[in-house]
């Protein structure tokens, strides 16, 4: 069964300094790779996704994302971080259903504090 | 484009009585799903449909129960409520593409039960 971890439940940045959220994940097969954000009271926002190719995906709002077989994992960056940032930000990994598209398992998720 | 469109917003009610959660899918995606996040936590799997079919099925109690209409919309049924019930439905669809697919989520319904 596939799993994720998302080892920070909380991190604090400045506005105008970077972020990296970790994410490791256990699966069996080449994943599917996915960040959501969730701001409150919202549902979830796809930030960007990873199938295949280039390890490192753009995503929207400035965010990239870099796929490591190697250690399992997916960590999202952002070079600056803007006040808007602030919200939680969940990993998924997709698991295909026959003929039906992906199942995703989510971390627990990081919460994002943005000081100004 | 209307994107995907969830009813109620928020709803209250109490232990061991039934609720109904609705959905409409993006214009065009047949697959619809479901999940439920608990406060605190990241979203857990509850149901695929695709085609009116059920597809998968999370570890979820048969309280839990869904369908896919014709036109592709869906409803989430919960019997028998239960305070740890008490969560963000979130409904999601996708168009199939290669197999590999992206969800696109609703707003979700907040269920609290007293």
């Keep these: 069964a596939q799993s994720v971890t998302q080892p920070d439940i909380h991190i604090t940045v400045s506005e105008g300094a970077s972020l990296e959220l970790r994410c490791n994940y256990s699966y069996g097969a080449t994943p599917y790779l996915f960040w959501y954000v969730q701001s409150p009271g919202q549902g979830l926002q796809l930030l960007l996704k990873y199938f295949s190719g280039d390890t490192l995906v753009q995503g929207i709002k400035g965010f990239e994302a870099e796929f490591k077989r190697s250690q399992s994992s997916f960590n999202?960056?952002?070079?600056?971080?803007?006040?808007?940032?602030?919200?939680?930000?969940?990993?998924?990994?997709?698991?295909?259903?026959?003929?039906?598209?992906?199942?995703?398992?989510f971390g627990g998720g990081t919460r994002v504090l943005v000081k100004p | 484009?209307?994107?995907?469109?969830?009813?109620?917003t928020h709803l209250i009610k109490t232990r061991g009585q039934q609720v109904t959660l609705r959905c409409s899918p993006i214009s065009g995606h047949k697959s619809v799903s479901w999940y439920q996040q608990?406060?605190?936590?990241?979203?857990?799997?509850?149901?695929?449909?695709?085609?009116?079919?059920?597809?998968?099925?999370?570890?979820?109690?048969?309280?839990?129960?869904?369908?896919?209409?014709?036109?592709?919309?869906?409803?989430?049924?919960?019997?028998?409520?239960l305070l740890g019930d008490s969560a963000l439905y979130l409904c999601a669809s996708s168009s199939l593409v290669s197999g590999a697919n992206v969800l696109t989520f609703g707003a979700g319904s907040r269920l609290t039960v007293l």
């Design chain 2, 38 to 81: 608990v406060l605190g936590q990241g979203p857990q799997f509850i149901f695929q449909y695709y085609e009116k079919e059920e597809r998968g099925r999370g570890n979820f109690p048969d309280r839990f129960s869904a369908r896919q209409f014709p036109n592709y919309s869906s409803e989430l049924n919960v019997n028998a409520l």
């Design chain 1, 76 to 105: 999202l960056r952002k070079p600056s971080v803007h006040w808007s940032d602030a919200a939680e930000y969940f990993c998924a990994v997709g698991a295909l259903i026959k003929a039906a598209g992906n199942k995703l398992t």
């Design chain 2, 1 to 8: 484009d209307a994107g995907v469109t969830q009813s109620p």
